[in-house]
């Protein structure tokens, strides 16, 4: 996260971190006890017995755990490897989290408006286009654009399309490593709206953060969670 701040331990009880075959390599939203939601371009065509999700870690290069074994990866099976349209995968894991480690972010509406709102970005990824990872997570308030406003940006409409929102603020953006975590909006509850996904660089003028646009799945993640979640609207 670019022009963010330090998250405070326990102040965002759903955001995770991904590791593939013990690396950190993406964020992802926990959605219930035994599932998170992260982007498919994190996941493709890698198996599940390779990955791992800390919950409830703060500084990661402290963290001593291997993270909690995924057992099923369900990527959308509309996923688009050039263009990232369809860019979410639900994570089953092997066994529930203990109580006391995380909450669960709320799903969205299936068709909510969004454009001008407010939203908090966050996760372990560079604070400057091209730089290190953070060791903790970093968070920043940013605008929801409307899909005329992006696709009328610097990518064009032809990049842009439905399943997708632009955010961003001035020197604000996700960046390198925030990928598959989450866009959230704080009001009225914390509810996942995106899921960081692509963009040109980071906090470029122009150049908004894209989001893969959460709403819009509603009736894929239904079906691919079926009971299991409790935070469905
Ligand atoms: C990435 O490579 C990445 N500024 C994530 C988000 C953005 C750019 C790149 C948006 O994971």
């Known amino acids: 996260v670019v022009g963010g701040g330090a998250v405070t331990p326990g ?36 198996e599940a017995s390779r990955l791992t999700v800390l919950v409830g870690e ?5 963290s001593r755990s291997e993270g909690f074994p995924v057992s099923h990866v369900f990527q959308h099976p509309d996923f688009n490897r050039y263009t990232y349209d369809n860019d979410i995968a639900v994570l089953r894991l092997a066994e529930p989290l203990p109580d ?22 966050s996760g372990w990824g560079s604070t400057i286009e091209k730089g290190p990872p953070s060791n903790i997570p970093m968070k920043a308030e940013v605008q929801i654009w409307s899909h005329e406003e992006c696709t009328g940006a610097g990518y064009g409409r032809r990049k842009v399309t439905p ?4 955010a961003n603020a001035p020197e604000r953006d996700s960046c390198t490593g925030d ?7 704080a009001q009225p ?4 709206v995106g899921i960081v996904s692509w963009g040109r660089g980071c906090a470029r003028q122009g150049y908004p953060g894209v989001y893969a646009r959460v709403d819009r799945f509603m ?3 239904k079906v691919a969670l079926r009971h299991a979640c409790t935070c469905l609207p």
């Open 58 to 62: 703060f500084d990661v290069n402290k």
């Open 100 to 121: 006391n480690l995380f909450r669960p972010a709320c799903l969205p509406d299936d068709d909510d408006k969004l454009a001008g709102a407010d939203a908090i970005v």
């Open 11 to 46: 102040e965002l009880p759903w955001l995770a971190a991904l590791k593939r075959d013990g690396k950190l390599i993406c964020g992802a939203t926990v959605i219930a006890r035994d599932h998170l939601i992260t982007a498919t371009h994190c996941v493709y065509e890698v």
């Open 189 to 192: 509850h914390f509810t996942l």
């Open 219 to 221: 009736p894929w993640l």
């Open 179 to 185: 990928s598959g975590g989450p866009l959230l909006m």
């Open 163 to 166: 399943r997708m929102i632009c």
